[in-house]
């Protein structure tokens, strides 16, 4: 099968990035892809190729959005960190001051940087969870309340998967009035005029890419399944799985992110759906003015991407491990930025959008194929990204 064509523009002297979009395509037959890069709020990278449905062979067009999965996590951050700007919400606060429901079962003590950087001890849900719960925001969010910690909160941390986003969202809804969804649409996409959202409305269902599991993934899901004990419970793959709600890899042919009523829903910790364009744009605003837009200023990004979590979680997860500021994930051997100042969320399957005040930049890259072992396409796009604007090599002390 010959490549797909490369549709879009780059700058001169961006050219090797291109190369390195295009390269992510080879002997991956069905895949869509989708790149944008934004340099001191202008549009120096807009890519896009590939079939979005690898079914119907429909093309990936320039408008195109697709699931961005935890990179919706970075979205709540920014909502969280716009709210502390604004003198609304504390990083130190008890959740409880805000959402009164949650202070139960030891969880009194829980503060909303806890929530944020992974270390509530609600990582994953006790009680098993359907898809018609998780397309209920109270429901949901009720049984997260009731639930007893996994650990001591704030003792360490572990990856909240999914719980993450009903967590820092109900805060988000109980300061603002409004649903995370509806808040973020308020806030971020409607004044920058982007294609993004938490909760896809019913029209733009048919634009979405069909996400496929590649056969990296479908690898790794067999080796994590292996090494489980059997009649011990594997929090981590619950963290994903919320007791059979979702399937490990997170979509089916026709369920998980693939099924028109999550997608449609609110699950802010992994269900956002953008277009490359609108998430780098985001990005770019959050550090410069972009499309008359700045989000965050300098002080609270500041406060926002200090370390809160790193090194081995409390669950037994091989290395190398993330590095997590307030809800964003920063610098580290997993995922490298331009600079050591960058910041963002990557997400399942090999989605990455993040910004780098060291290099004024707002990046995206999306794709509807899932890899997971030595997926190395966004990485890829980086270095590239990095060669052009001459910086150094991401090494990191």
């Known amino acids: ?59 990936w067009q320039e408008a195109t959005p697709s699931v961005i999965f935890s990179c919706t996590k970075g979205l709540m951050a920014i909502l969280a960190a716009r709210l502390v ?54 429901r949901v969010v009720g049984a997260l309340a009731e639930q007893e910690p996994l650990w001591e909160p704030g003792t360490g941390y572990a990856y909240h998967a999914i719980t993450h986003g009903w967590l820092v969202g109900e805060v988000i809804r109980r300061v603002t009035g409004v649903s995370p969804g509806r808040y973020f649409a308020q806030l971020v996409a409607e004044p920058l005029g982007v294609d993004a959202w938490i909760g896809l409305p019913a029209d733009f269902e048919a634009e979405v890419a069909h996400l496929q599991v590649g056969p990296t993934l479908v690898e ?79 002080d609270v990004i500041a406060a926002a991407t200090r370390v809160q ?10 290395g190398p491990w993330p590095r997590w500021g307030m809800g964003f994930q920063l610098d580290s051997e997993p995922r490298r930025y331009l600079t050591a100042r960058g910041f963002g969320h990557d997400g399942a399957g090999g989605q990455c959008a993040f910004a780098d005040p060291g290099a004024g930049v707002g990046l995206a890259y999306l794709t509807n194929r899932m890899e997971a072992i030595d997926d190395r396409r966004a990485t890829s796009v980086v270095d590239a990204v990095r060669d052009a604007l001459g910086l150094p090599d991401a090494v990191r002390g």
Request: aromatic content about 6%; overall charge negative; charged content about 25%.
């Open 309 to 318: 979590s790193e090194g081995a979680p409390v669950w037994d997860v091989p």
């Open 85 to 138: 700007q604004e003198g609304r919400l504390d990083y130190s606060a008890p959740v409880a001051q805000y959402w009164p429901e949650f202070a139960r079962a030891g969880k009194e003590s829980v503060t909303v940087r806890d929530i944020l950087a992974h270390r509530s001890g609600v990582s994953a849900p006790r009680v098993d969870l359907t898809v018609d719960d998780i397309v209920d925001w109270d």
């Open 220 to 298: 790794l899901t067999r080796q994590q399944a292996a090494a489980r004990t059997p009649g011990v419970v594997d929090w981590s793959e619950r963290a994903m799985t919320l007791g059979g709600a979702l399937a490990p890899e997170l979509v089916e042919v026709d369920g998980g992110f693939n099924d028109a009523r999550i997608r449609a829903a609110e699950i802010p910790g992994a269900g956002g759906i953008a277009t490359a364009r609108a998430l780098a744009t985001i990005w770019s605003s959050v550090i410069v003015p972009t499309e008359g837009v700045r989000l965050l200023d300098d």
């Open 1 to 59: 099968m010959s490549a797909p064509v490369v549709h879009g523009s780059v700058e001169p002297g961006f050219e090797g990035v291109r190369d390195a979009f295009a390269a992510g395509f080879d002997a991956k037959p069905g895949m869509g892809a989708a790149l944008a890069v934004r340099l001191e709020g202008r549009t120096v990278v807009d890519l896009w190729g590939g079939v979005a449905d690898e079914r119907t062979d429909r093309p």
